[in-house]
């Protein structure tokens, strides 16, 4: 009975678990299995660097601190880059050898938005470029909220965990109950023959 009991909430908790996961995708994110378990618990897996920086509001503060300390956009970009994850670096690289001949900002970035954390950065930086603002204080801005949004995701997360449990921890805790609480009183009840 008891074995039945825990085969029964091991089963729940991973109906639990994996269906919190399928709807908790940020969008953009790659398939379950790819790169965001990478991001989200740090694992390291073929052609991952595993101290590559894949947090864009971690990007973005580097990107301010680069320009706080005196660089060019170009120059912050290429900082940023050298530790960013390899599709970003890449990608960033491109657009600084854009920048660097010439182009202009929106030439340097065309074709360059496919990754969405690139995206992040781009429109991080897109009004400081084109207006000539100073551009530190609006990446500082952009990673704050970045990471407000990300910990209300993560706090919506565990909420709707807590819903998806509950079942799971009734149909364990429901005949563990009747087993210690409910059949030993009643056997105590009935008269002994």
Known sequence: MSLLVFVLAGLACCWALGTTEMHSKVPGAPARGGKSAVRRFGIATEGVDPGAVASVPLL?????TSLDAGLTVQGALRVVAAV??????????RVVAGLE???SWNNAWEGNLAHPDVVGIHEALSFAALTGASAAPLLYAQARQ?????????????ATLGVKLVLPLGLCALPAFIALGIVPVVLAMVPAF
Not at 60 to 64: A, N, T, V
Not at 84 to 93: D, H, I, N, R, S
Not at 146 to 158: D, Q, S
């Open 84 to 93: 960013a994850e390899q599709q970003v670096q890449g990608c960033l690289l």
């Open 60 to 64: 973005l503060d580097l990107l301010g």
């Open 101 to 103: 001949i010439g182009a």
């Open 146 to 158: 970045g990471r407000t949004a990300a910990g209300r995701a993560a706090e919506r997360r565990a």
